[in-house]
């Protein structure tokens, strides 16, 4: 059946639009208080692994402010847990492995599972959301890159410099790349279990891609991020959004992806410059200017959209949105690209 | 009197080399077993205060390895505590400011001291480092930018996002405008002394500015950075160095600054394009790459001068040195420099 709105799927096969999408990465988070009540009950895994939870929470965002694309709600790190490697996620602190890997051992005893198995809680979800959506507007499904799993993987939690995953990489780069490897079969498996689930598009994101040289980033990350664009994208239309990898958007221009997430750091003519002007790019406000009050959030959107192009763009934040944004700024912003007017 | 090794002065002055100087930004620093035993005994405010123990922290790694220049031992957030803002230093946690300024009122309570005055201990610190320099390299002064010191004083410690300091700007531009303006006088005439006191070179931290959009970047950081150049530039080279920054690297190039300090995630060459091609550049090195093998380390130093060429290039990390390098890995980086023949 087909999408009623199939605008974000139309703006990344490159189509000419009315106007452009909107979704904001994170949109089914902490900024939303029915969020925060079915968050006072139910930790963080059970909302992931429970599929009445995970699709509640993927479509609230939507009843409140009508955004072109849902986002499954879920998180990268599913993939490790199914890995074999122990994921907590604690309060106040983030993700915590307390067993993470640092030698050939660790990564031996990794395991490349049977997602239609270990993760079978998600696609349950995918299907539970597609009901919700009842072909409203497209879901898209979501992986870490094989690099931003090995960062928690090796660091065992958050980090400014990932320092011990580099470190781990640089000293070791045989197991490090055996890692990556067991990371990429596995997210390959699962995108492909995503999309046949009944996601309309997946976005890979790449969070930590942007604490590695341009060098080191092709042989740490892009390289599995490319294996993961050869393998999906005869099926779904694939998003890369790499955070700080503005050096690394030419070569994924040329990857056979169909749109590429931008940050807020790179401007809408620096982005568009350095992808080579033709393919779809999605961002990039900058998540703190939803801070700034309504009135002056909508001129700033209007004036990005202006910049990107209203064509081959997708309007989104140029990370996750903040945990204490107003519920009347990030309707501002939504707003801001369905009142869009081209001048 | 001149200093005997001046190839770094001469490469901030664009000069033809025989080889690039070369120093690492947080030299002296936690990864050297004499810095530990001072530290030990000395909480960190007190080793900033006492002459003589900065100036001996400053010139332990020069002992140990022979770098082109010093830099004075000292912290960014000297200045907001001269202007009556307390600021602590945990261990294990960094800075922390307990009374972070967020308002009108707070701005107010800030004062542009008398750095001559509050600040005379970091210039006693200058002399007895000249006179254990001897004049045989030159000393580097520095301070935070603008910006970067905001970022604490209204954070109140370190952050991953700085939202509390980007919201405050973002939402009250009046009273963080003024904020900004009341670090900008401080940090001149702090820079003016230091400059006085006897060294040779300044070097500006933006280590925070690539938090911002381009546009955001120029309203709250660039602009007080060039009224810190302007004023500077008649009376010492400077260099300014802007984590993250890469896309200010073209307005950088034109503002007087002598040389630019460059992050791992801009190539040589796109940091020598984007800076049109003329200025000194100082970088770029990982400094979690300083984790691979010595001869890993020398290696891919002899390809980061080729690439960025023996002129107007001072060879440098691309942030400060990590605490857990090895010492025979920084000397495989200062001595790879020094063996460096031009192919």
């Given at each position: 059946?087909?999408?009623?709105?199939?605008?974000?799927?139309?703006?990344?096969?490159?189509?000419?639009?009315?106007?452009?999408?909107?979704?904001?990465?994170?949109?089914?988070?902490?900024?939303?208080?029915?969020?925060?009540?079915?968050?006072?009950?139910?930790?963080?895994?059970?909302?992931?692994?429970?599929?009445?939870?995970?699709?509640?929470?993927?479509?609230?965002?939507?009843?409140?402010?009508?955004?072109?694309?849902?986002?499954?709600?879920?998180?990268?790190?599913?993939?490790?847990?199914?890995?074999?490697?122990?994921?907590?996620?604690?309060?106040?602190?983030?993700?915590?492995?307390?067993?993470?890997?640092?030698?050939?051992?660790?990564?031996?005893?990794?395991?490349?599972?049977?997602?239609?198995?270990?993760?079978?809680?998600?696609?349950?979800?995918?299907?539970?959301?597609?009901?919700?959506?009842?072909?409203?507007?497209?879901?898209?499904?979501?992986?870490?890159?094989?690099?931003?799993?090995?960062?928690?993987?090796?660091?065992?939690?958050?980090?400014?410099?990932?320092?011990?995953?580099?470190?781990?990489?640089?000293?070791?780069?045989?197991?490090?790349?055996?890692?990556?490897?067991?990371?990429?079969?596995?997210?390959?498996?699962?995108?492909?279990?995503?999309?046949?689930?009944?996601?309309?598009?997946?976005?890979?994101?790449?969070?930590?891609?942007?604490?590695?040289?341009?060098?080191?980033?092709?042989?740490?990350?892009?390289?599995?991020?490319?294996?993961?664009?050869?393998?999906?994208?005869?099926?779904?239309?694939?998003?890369?959004?790499?955070?700080?990898?503005?050096?690394?958007?030419?070569?994924?221009?040329?990857?056979?992806?169909?749109?590429?997430?931008?940050?807020?750091?790179?401007?809408?003519?620096?982005?568009?410059?350095?992808?080579?002007?033709?393919?779809?790019?999605?961002?990039?406000?900058?998540?703190?200017?939803?801070?700034?009050?309504?009135a002056?959030i909508k001129k700033?959107v209007?004036?990005?959209?202006?910049?990107?192009?209203?064509?081959?763009?997708?309007?989104?934040?140029?990370?996750?949105?903040?945990?204490?944004?107003?519920?009347?700024?990030?309707?501002a912003?939504?707003?801001a690209?369905?009142?869009?007017?081209?001048?």
């Amino acid at each position: 059946m087909s999408i009623k709105n199939d605008l974000f799927l139309r703006a990344l096969k490159g189509e000419t639009v009315e106007r452009p999408p909107v979704w904001m990465m994170r949109q089914a988070g902490r900024y939303l208080p029915e969020f925060m009540a079915i968050r006072e009950k139910y930790d963080f895994f059970t909302r992931c692994r429970t599929p009445e939870l995970a699709s509640e929470i993927t479509v609230q965002p939507i009843r409140r402010y009508g955004m072109d694309a849902a986002i499954l709600f879920s998180d990268i790190l599913v993939i490790p847990q199914a890995m074999n490697i122990e994921v907590q996620m604690k309060p106040n602190f983030g993700p915590y492995l307390p067993n993470p890997v640092h030698d050939q051992k660790g990564v031996d005893e990794v395991i490349v599972p049977d997602v239609n198995v270990e993760l079978d809680y998600v696609m349950q979800a995918i299907k539970a959301t597609k009901e919700l959506l009842n072909n409203d507007i497209p879901l898209i499904g979501f992986a870490g890159s094989p690099w931003t799993i090995l960062c928690y993987v090796v660091q065992g939690q958050g980090s400014k410099t990932f320092d011990k995953a580099k470190e781990f990489c640089f000293t070791n780069p045989v197991a490090a790349h055996q890692l990556l490897q067991k990371i990429t079969d596995t997210t390959i498996a699962y995108l492909k279990a995503k999309v046949k689930a009944g996601v309309n598009a997946v976005q890979v994101f790449d969070s930590w891609g942007g604490m590695l040289s341009p060098v080191d980033y092709q042989e740490f990350s892009f390289k599995y991020i490319q294996q993961i664009i050869d393998a999906l994208k005869e099926e779904a239309l694939v998003i890369v959004f790499g955070k700080g990898c503005w050096f690394a958007l030419g070569d994924m221009a040329k990857s056979g992806a169909s749109a590429l997430g931008v940050d807020w750091t790179c401007s809408a003519r620096n982005a568009r410059y350095l992808s080579g002007g033709n393919i779809t790019l999605q961002g990039n406000f900058d998540p703190a200017r939803l801070l700034s009050p309504p009135a002056v959030i909508k001129k700033m959107v209007t004036q990005m959209i202006n910049e990107f192009g209203k064509d081959k763009y997708v309007v989104n934040l140029g990370h996750g949105i903040l945990p204490n944004v107003p519920l009347d700024n990030a309707k501002a912003f939504i707003d801001a690209v369905k009142e869009y007017q081209q001048h």
